[in-house]
């Protein structure tokens, strides 16, 4: 069964730091486009973060020069590095890729369960 587990959230002060980890297991071949969501309470899931499989990057204009997202191919893990938190970041992060498992053609996208991220004073 092929899983997405995010791991790393939990509560900081505003301008304090955390590092979420998202990694990927399973029958897996190979792992495409890699995202970063996030879900405030009563607000639609939103793209924070995207890495592509040549290592391209693209942020949402509300985390840029704060959050950086990299990749460990052979981990298969997806990280976000973020900096500099604010209140406004509280919310459930999310992982999600474009996997191509074993013995089935074609990239399918899963989703991890998601982690806390809470930032106050």
Do not use: H
């Amino acid at each position: 069964q092929l899983q997405l587990v995010e791991s790393g959230g939990g509560s900081v002060q505003p301008g304090g730091s955390l590092r979420l980890s998202c990694v990927a297991s399973g029958s897996i071949f190979t792992i495409n486009t890699m995202k970063w969501y996030r879900q405030a309470p009563g607000k639609q899931r939103e793209l924070v973060a995207t890495i592509t499989s040549g290592d391209s990057t693209n942020y949402s204009d509300s985390v840029k020069g704060r959050f950086t997202i990299s990749r460990d191919t052979a981990k298969k893990t997806v990280y976000l590095q973020m900096n500099s938190l604010k209140p406004d970041d509280t919310g459930v992060y999310y992982c999600n890729a474009d996997i191509w498992r074993l013995g089935i053609r074609g990239f399918s996208n899963y989703w991890g369960q998601g982690t806390q991220v809470t930032v106050s004073s």
